[in-house]
């Protein structure tokens, strides 16, 4: 077995998840390429004195039923599906589909009910387990990366096996900024948005979480947002992938959103009410991942970029936005992509995707390698 797999293995049961002895771990896969991670976290787990279990998708199956998909049908998918959630401590979710446009032609209205009705699984599970979600390489991701397997894999590792600890210990000082901050401000490129983050706690997130990880988030004070933003990263989002994102904001509300499909956006917009507010701001900080791939799991965690995200809040980070939508979206604020700035009431924080206060520079990339 490729030493890597194990190495990543024990990171996901040993650091990611602290398994402890009696946790009930669910491992949920999709794809045939991750079985041999399966195989050994399954091992590890039980080394740990854990016990797991094994769900498998396919996105074609999947696929088809939504199609079809009722009310009725998808409650009782969520009754059962919560119920086996409810008896687990952990969860480690490997995902590695062969094409990520697969659920492209599901009709809007078949997605977001089925986002509606399965939420409260999501929700139980990101707020009462310990979880870690990732990707697994395949094909479709180097392709997507624009990058031959063999080399995706090396990158991939390289990302995934960091030395998250010591990006941990480096996360404290912003952690500690950020809580003190009431007023951020974000410019660039067709951006002048401010918001809150006052009150509204702070979560550093490195590897504990996702697998890569690499960012701190927060949630705006819900009604606080005002401004323009135009995102510059690609975002694939329920199969489809929408570029030169632009949202209009008043009084924390999305008041005008265009993009490539625009229609398309303000439906997904209108899934419910907190659908057009935002519940998560985030500064991603991973030295290893520079340009987006269409994969939010590494696109959230880009260096020199943050996220703001339209949709539901985490528990952790609470500003009262509820929606079954949670969708992260991502500018890049180094030159070659226009640069920015990131001011935290009023002091320039970041220029061009480098942090300027001292106690912020290690987590400058030279200082992450």
């Known amino acids: 077995m490729d030493e890597r ?8 049961v040993n650091y990611s998840t602290r398994i402890q002895p009696g946790d009930h771990c669910l491992i949920d896969y999709s ?14 787990v039980y080394a740990a004195g854990g016990v797991p279990f094994v769900t498998s998708r396919e996105d074609s199956v999947t696929r088809e039923i939504l199609l079809g998909a009722r009310e009725g049908q998808l409650e009782l998918m969520n009754k059962n599906q919560l119920s086996f959630m409810k008896k687990m401590q952990a969860y480690i979710a490997v995902r590695a589909g062969d094409n990520n446009t697969e659920l492209s032609d599901v009709p809007p209205e078949q997605m977001n009910l089925y986002a ?54 480096a996360m ?11 007023q951020v401000r974000l410019v660039g490129p067709g951006t002048d948005l401010s918001f809150s983050i006052k009150d509204v706690p702070a979560i550093k997130c490195a590897g504990n979480m996702n697998i ?3 960012e701190v988030f927060t949630a705006p004070v819900r009604d606080s947002v005002n401004g323009r933003i135009s995102y510059n990263a690609p975002s694939l989002e329920q199969g489809f992938t929408y570029e030169n994102v632009c949202f209009e904001v008043e009084k924390g509300k999305i008041i005008k959103a265009t993009a490539n499909d625009t229609q398309r956006i303000n439906k997904l917009l209108d899934t419910d009410e907190g659908a057009r507010y935002f519940g998560e701001f985030a500064i991603g900080v991973n030295p290893y991942i520079l340009v987006p791939m269409k994969d939010i799991l590494f696109d959230e965690k880009i260096s020199g970029s943050f996220h703001l995200t339209p949709g539901r809040c985490y528990e952790e980070a609470d500003n009262g ?3 079954s939508v949670h969708w992260d979206l991502v500018m890049i604020q180094r030159p070659e992509w226009g640069g920015g700035e990131m001011y935290f009431d009023g002091e320039l924080v970041r220029k061009d995707g480098l942090f300027l206060p001292a106690d912020l520079q ?3 990339p030279e200082n992450l390698k």
């Open 116 to 169: 509606r009705k399965l939420s409260p699984v999501l929700d139980y599970r990101v707020n009462h387990t310990k979880w870690c979600v990732l990707r697994y390489p395949n094909a479709a991701m180097a392709q997507l990366a624009g990058m031959s397997l063999a080399g995706f894999e090396d990158f991939y590792y390289d990302v995934c096996t960091m030395d998250y600890a010591a990006m941990a210990r």
């Open 172 to 182: 404290d000082a912003l952690v500690a900024r950020m809580e003190k901050t009431d």
């Open 31 to 44: 794809g045939g390429a991750p079985l041999p991670l399966v195989r050994q976290l399954v091992r590890d």
């Open 321 to 323: 936005n509820e929606s």
């Open 362 to 364: 290690p987590l400058n």
């Open 212 to 214: 890569p990880d690499g």
């Open 5 to 12: 797999i194990q190495k990543l293995s024990h990171l996901l």
